[in-house]
């Protein structure tokens, strides 16, 4: 029986080789350093989670109306009651309707004598889990009363609910419009950067002119082009398709410069010595190579594309009511009275921040990790 | 008996194109213009000269890594002569399990994303040489012939130091047991410890393995350590051709001669007068008319503004270009310096 060194023993499996280490994993210990995008992967995280369980997670869907409750602002979440007295159980304090005596309208009013104490995985209303599974239970809900978060709009919808379903269609057109561009872009830059002459030329040309093209105008042309009388699901599909054909742009352009940059590396002339086809060059040395730059790109590319989209919505020429998206929530919130009387109809917008910062955080930390010969 | 390789009138020319889209081609970067040299089998022939003299493209165009613009290339292996010029791809890539490079960068030449074992293995893969435990075998072999440890093949080059990145190197050129090895500046990314460890690994392994170099260096204390025969390389074109201690003690072209009045002594005290060239490198796609160094020889006169020397024997086997070779008197290395001087003794006693 050898001994082995304290270092190999140790269980808890931390230990590094960095010696017999695989670049991509040498990357994610880099990366793992980088605390911001860690942060920020926490985000992104939490964001794809509410995105593949948003009827879960919301506690109403996204349609119903609190029609005792139009209007109403964000219920804050308690620990201690109006005594003093603690309770284990968060809880929100009870709306009574009061009528105004000047306006002589219906007010929902704070009654702090009764509280509504949250509960986790109650039955709420029922919904189809992603049109499939027929489902009634919530994340959390109350079970006498109501609870609003993020407070309701002028229809009494629950933003919360809302919010969390706008993550899901913001997200997808983002992933959606990424991966269309990536496609688009490795092979038209690919075919542009590998084999160069008449091709690179159109291509960058081609480019170029896109590129030079002022992007909202052009959104709006062609959003303006699509049907009224189209589903928001068609809807949602084209201006997808629609921001990916723009976006592949800058990333044809980064896949080109590094093939040409990487065709005359020394270990790619090495390789082609060898005796390597060219199928083999690209799949094995060139690819491989700056497919970590490309991620880089996409995740920088992403909160472009959820910019866009966000853009649109707000203008209202991209996604529309009732789809739900963070734009098509802030569209809602675009008029001076939402401004001044429901100002947290303006909460998706931070949504959006957090989104494109954290997608940011990470870009910075995988450009980071993912220079080989960084120090 | 042959020569391993034969080059004649290998001209490289780059184009420079003026405007970015409908460029024109406005001039051409004559990076190699006009080489004829012989490359002995067994022997290892020094290419030296100053930055941007076009060595490496030399190197380069002998194995079509970079594509020649006109000449002849002819690698005579037993019994079979191969044009080297006229090989279409597939032919190329047979053609280089005979000749193989070695870079200068070792930490450009390795792929990062593949282990020791992948890199040097990867020619016998791809061209179904050997597989499987065969492969394993041959690698294994050859790794130790370079002195490195088998047992770190399954690492990546990113633990590896410099020298041994070049050990590596070294290996992935001679895996499939080529004849030929280009060595471009094998040893200048390295530290002076390690620059020697790596010379005589070289030669060991030509000792070994019956392999011909054509060693690219700008150290010419090195170049007088490992080579036989050194040509010197001035603005695309060979000025001078010789054995090695010929062309270190007797130089005959006026640009060696001060090339060897620059290599450094090692005595402190020693009186140092290194011939100083006025100007700057002539831009090769422009060369001066008549003999190119005529602009920066102090002992250039009209002739040598007008007529082109050609490269000619002023004795058995010392080749020079310069219309005045066989009057001028001029001065080699010192002989009282030590270092280079005792490297060339020693391969005269190794000779004998």
Redesign the interface.
């Known amino acids: 029986m050898t001994v082995a060194t304290p270092a190999l023993t140790r269980a808890s499996g931390d230990f590094q080789r960095?010696?017999?280490?695989?670049?991509w994993q040498?990357m994610w210990w880099r990366f793992k350093r980088h605390h911001m995008a860690m942060i920020g992967l926490g985000a992104l995280g939490l964001f794809l989670f509410i995105s593949v369980f948003a009827e879960f997670v919301a506690p109403y869907g996204p349609l119903q109306r609190s029609k005792s409750y139009l209007g109403g602002e964000p219920m804050p979440i308690h620990f201690f009651d109006a005594q003093g007295d603690f309770h284990l159980r968060p809880f929100v304090y009870a709306r009574v309707s009061k009528r105004d005596p000047v306006t002589l309208r219906l007010l929902p009013v704070v009654d702090q004598q009764r509280v509504w104490p949250i509960e986790l995985f109650v039955r709420g209303d029922s919904y189809k889990f992603w049109g499939l599974i027929e489902s009634d239970l919530h994340l959390f809900g109350v079970k006498e009363g109501f609870v609003h978060f993020f407070g309701t709009d002028h229809l009494g919808r629950d933003q919360f609910s809302r919010t969390m379903y706008a993550t899901r269609i913001s997200m997808s057109v983002g992933i959606v419009g990424v991966a269309v561009s990536f496609v688009l872009g490795t092979i038209i830059g690919g075919i542009s950067g590998y084999f160069g002459g008449m091709a690179d030329?159109l291509i960058m040309?081609l480019i170029e002119f896109i590129r030079s093209i002022p992007t909202l105008p052009l959104w709006l042309a062609l959003s303006a082009a699509l049907p009224r009388d189209w589903t928001s699901l068609q809807v949602y599909v084209a201006i997808t398709v629609l921001l990916a054909l723009i976006g592949w742009t800058h990333l044809a352009r980064t896949v080109r410069s590094k093939l040409l940059a990487l065709r005359e590396?020394?270990?790619v002339?090495?390789?082609?010595?060898?005796?390597?086809?060219d199928a083999?060059l690209v799949g094995?040395?060139l690819l491989?190579?700056f497919l970590s730059f490309l991620i880089v790109d996409l995740t920088i590319a992403f909160p472009e594309v959820l910019l866009a989209e966000t853009s649109l919505s707000f203008l209202g020429l991209g996604l529309r009511e009732p789809a739900e998206s963070w734009g098509v929530l802030l569209y809602a919130a675009q008029n001076i009275r939402s401004i001044a009387h429901m100002p947290w109809l303006l909460i998706p917008g931070a949504f959006v921040i957090v989104a494109a910062l954290a997608f940011n955080f990470i870009g910075d930390g995988m450009r980071d990790a993912a220079d080989?010969?960084a120090k | 008996m042959t020569p391993l390789i034969e080059i004649q009138d290998l001209r490289v020319y780059f184009p420079i194109k003026t405007g970015a889209?409908f460029g024109r081609v406005t001039g051409y970067v004559r990076a190699v213009d006009g080489v004829s040299i012989d490359i002995r089998r067994g022997e290892t022939l020094g290419l030296v000269g100053e930055s941007g003299s076009g060595k490496t493209t030399l190197g380069r165009a002998v194995?079509r890594?970079v594509e020649p613009t006109d000449g002849r290339i002819t690698l005579h292996l037993d019994g079979q002569d191969v044009d080297i010029r006229a090989l279409d791809r597939r032919g190329l890539?047979r053609i280089?399990?005979h000749m193989?490079?070695i870079?200068?960068?070792p930490?450009?030449?390795?792929?990062?994303?593949?282990t020791v074992r992948d890199i040097i293995g990867?020619?016998l893969l791809?061209?179904g040489i050997a597989k499987g435990g065969d492969l394993e075998a041959r690698v294994v072999d050859i790794v130790r012939r370079c002195g490195l440890d088998a047992e770190?093949l399954?690492?990546?080059p990113?633990?590896f130091s410099g020298g041994q990145r070049q050990r590596i190197?070294i290996a992935?050129a001679l895996v499939m047991r080529p004849e030929f090895i280009v060595c471009d500046e094998p040893i200048s990314a390295l530290d002076m410890s390690i620059q020697a460890q790596v010379l005589n690994l070289l030669k060991t392994l030509q000792a070994e393995l019956a392999l011909t170099y054509l060693f690219i260096a700008h150290d010419l204390a090195a170049v007088a350590y490992a080579c036989d025969r050194v040509a010197v390389m001035y603005l695309g074109q060979i000025v001078e051709l010789a054995n090695t201690q010929d062309l270190y003690y007797t130089p005959k072209h006026p640009y060696t001669e001060a090339l060897m009045s620059a290599i450094p002594v090692a005595d402190p005290d020693a009186a140092v007068h290194p011939i100083l060239l006025p100007g700057e490198r002539p831009d090769p796609s422009n060369p001066p008319s008549g003999c190119r160094f005529h602009t920066r020889c102090r002992y250039a006169d009209a002739k040598c503004r007008t007529d082109a020397p050609v490269l000619a024997a002023i004795a058995d086997g010392h080749l020079v270009a310069c219309h005045y070779a066989s009057t001028l008197t001029l001065s080699g290395m010192r002989e009282e310096a030590d270092g280079t001087d005792a490297a060339i003794a020693n391969r005269r006693k190794e000779n004998a």
């Open positions: 960095p010696d017999v280490a695989t670049q040498l030329m040309r590396e020394e270990f002339i090495a390789a082609r010595l060898s005796g390597c086809s083999r094995r040395h491989p190579s080989p010969y | 889209t194995l890594v890539r280089w399990r193989q490079l870079f200068q960068d930490y450009a030449s390795l792929n990062p994303r593949m990867e020619s791809v061209n770190h399954g690492r990546y990113h633990a190197s992935r």
